[in-house]
Protein backbone atom coordinates (compact mmCIF):
# COMPACT_ATOMS: atom_id res chain seq x y z
CA UNK A 1 0.00 0.00 0.00
CA UNK A 2 0.66 3.95 -0.61
CA UNK A 3 0.32 6.18 2.53
CA UNK A 4 -0.22 9.90 2.02
CA UNK A 5 -0.41 12.48 4.75
CA UNK A 6 -0.86 16.26 4.27
CA UNK A 7 0.38 18.67 6.54
CA UNK A 8 0.38 22.44 6.41
CA UNK A 9 -3.22 23.60 5.95
CA UNK A 10 -4.55 26.31 8.28
CA UNK A 11 -5.76 29.85 8.40
CA UNK A 12 -4.24 32.38 6.13
CA UNK A 13 -5.85 36.07 5.28
CA UNK A 14 -6.28 36.81 1.53
CA UNK A 15 -3.15 37.54 -0.18
CA UNK A 16 -1.20 35.56 2.11
CA UNK A 17 0.67 31.78 1.19
CA UNK A 18 0.84 28.45 2.59
CA UNK A 19 2.69 25.56 1.46
CA UNK A 20 1.34 22.58 1.70
CA UNK A 21 3.22 19.15 2.17
CA UNK A 22 2.64 15.52 1.41
CA UNK A 23 4.75 12.94 2.53
CA UNK A 24 4.56 9.38 1.13
CA UNK A 25 5.38 5.95 2.77
CA UNK A 26 4.88 1.93 1.87
CA UNK A 27 5.34 0.83 -1.82
CA UNK A 28 5.62 4.19 -3.52
CA UNK A 29 6.52 3.35 -7.39
CA UNK A 30 3.88 5.34 -8.47
CA UNK A 31 4.55 7.74 -11.90
CA UNK A 32 2.65 10.75 -10.55
CA UNK A 33 2.02 12.74 -7.41
CA UNK A 34 -0.67 15.55 -7.81
CA UNK A 35 -2.85 18.01 -5.76
CA UNK A 36 -7.13 18.37 -5.66
CA UNK A 37 -9.23 20.06 -3.24
CA UNK A 38 -12.43 20.18 -2.50
CA UNK A 39 -15.07 23.04 -1.53
CA UNK A 40 -17.79 23.09 0.38
CA UNK A 41 -20.91 21.80 -1.59
CA UNK A 42 -18.30 21.24 -4.82
CA UNK A 43 -17.49 18.81 -6.71
CA UNK A 44 -13.32 17.53 -6.52
CA UNK A 45 -10.82 19.84 -8.25
CA UNK A 46 -7.70 19.15 -10.17
CA UNK A 47 -4.69 21.51 -9.18
CA UNK A 48 -1.32 20.56 -10.02
CA UNK A 49 0.74 17.34 -10.60
CA UNK A 50 3.82 16.34 -11.48
CA UNK A 51 5.92 13.75 -12.75
CA UNK A 52 8.27 11.73 -10.43
CA UNK A 53 10.68 11.73 -13.43
CA UNK A 54 10.18 14.31 -15.19
CA UNK A 55 10.25 18.54 -14.06
CA UNK A 56 7.46 19.16 -15.77
CA UNK A 57 4.49 20.55 -13.86
CA UNK A 58 0.86 20.78 -14.79
CA UNK A 59 -1.45 23.29 -13.43
CA UNK A 60 -5.15 23.45 -13.30
CA UNK A 61 -6.49 26.95 -14.14
CA UNK A 62 -6.79 27.92 -10.13
CA UNK A 63 -3.40 27.23 -10.09
CA UNK A 64 -1.93 29.37 -13.30
CA UNK A 65 0.76 32.30 -11.80
CA UNK A 66 0.04 31.07 -7.93
CA UNK A 67 0.37 28.20 -6.95
CA UNK A 68 3.57 25.98 -7.29
CA UNK A 69 4.28 22.38 -7.55
CA UNK A 70 7.50 20.31 -6.73
CA UNK A 71 8.49 17.08 -5.62
CA UNK A 72 11.85 15.69 -3.53
CA UNK A 73 12.19 11.54 -4.50
CA UNK A 74 14.47 11.38 -1.88
CA UNK A 75 12.37 12.60 0.95
CA UNK A 76 9.40 10.97 -0.71
CA UNK A 77 7.58 14.04 -0.43
CA UNK A 78 5.83 16.79 -2.91
CA UNK A 79 4.93 20.23 -2.09
CA UNK A 80 1.87 23.24 -3.30
CA UNK A 81 3.46 26.69 -2.46
CA UNK A 82 0.47 28.95 -2.72
CA UNK A 83 0.72 32.47 -3.23
CA UNK A 84 -1.68 35.15 -2.99
CA UNK A 85 -4.39 33.07 -1.72
CA UNK A 86 -8.13 34.69 -1.62
CA UNK A 87 -11.41 33.12 -0.36
CA UNK A 88 -12.31 30.89 -3.20
CA UNK A 89 -9.50 28.84 -2.01
CA UNK A 90 -10.89 27.82 0.96
CA UNK A 91 -10.87 23.96 0.23
CA UNK A 92 -9.53 20.52 1.83
CA UNK A 93 -6.62 19.75 -0.19
CA UNK A 94 -5.62 16.42 -1.06
CA UNK A 95 -2.39 14.57 -2.41
CA UNK A 96 -2.71 11.47 -4.60
CA UNK A 97 -0.89 9.20 -6.45
CA UNK A 98 -1.28 7.57 -9.62
CA UNK A 99 0.28 4.50 -10.80
CA UNK A 100 -0.36 5.58 -14.83
CA UNK A 101 -2.52 8.03 -16.70
CA UNK A 102 -4.52 6.45 -18.95
CA UNK A 103 -6.38 9.31 -20.58
CA UNK A 104 -5.87 12.76 -18.58
CA UNK A 105 -3.47 14.07 -15.57
CA UNK A 106 -6.57 16.19 -14.36
CA UNK A 107 -8.90 13.12 -14.22
CA UNK A 108 -9.02 11.93 -10.74
CA UNK A 109 -9.87 8.84 -12.07
CA UNK A 110 -6.26 8.17 -12.57
CA UNK A 111 -5.10 8.13 -9.35
CA UNK A 112 -5.34 5.08 -6.94
CA UNK A 113 -4.26 6.57 -3.51
CA UNK A 114 -5.25 9.70 -1.42
CA UNK A 115 -4.39 11.11 1.76
CA UNK A 116 -7.04 12.26 4.05
CA UNK A 117 -6.69 16.05 3.04
CA UNK A 118 -5.66 18.94 5.09
CA UNK A 119 -7.93 22.01 5.51
CA UNK A 120 -7.23 25.24 3.97
CA UNK A 121 -9.13 28.55 5.10
CA UNK A 122 -8.84 32.14 3.72
CA UNK A 123 -10.81 34.25 5.45
CA UNK A 124 -10.21 37.62 6.99
Known amino acids: QVQLVESGGGLVQPGGSLRLSCAAS???????VGWFRQAPGKEREFVAA????????YYGAPAQGRFTITRDNTKKASYLQMNRLEPEDTAVYYC??????????????????WGQGTQVIVSS
Open 96 to 113: AASMGITDSITNQNNYQF
Open 26 to 32: GRTSSSY
Open 50 to 57: ISWSYDSP
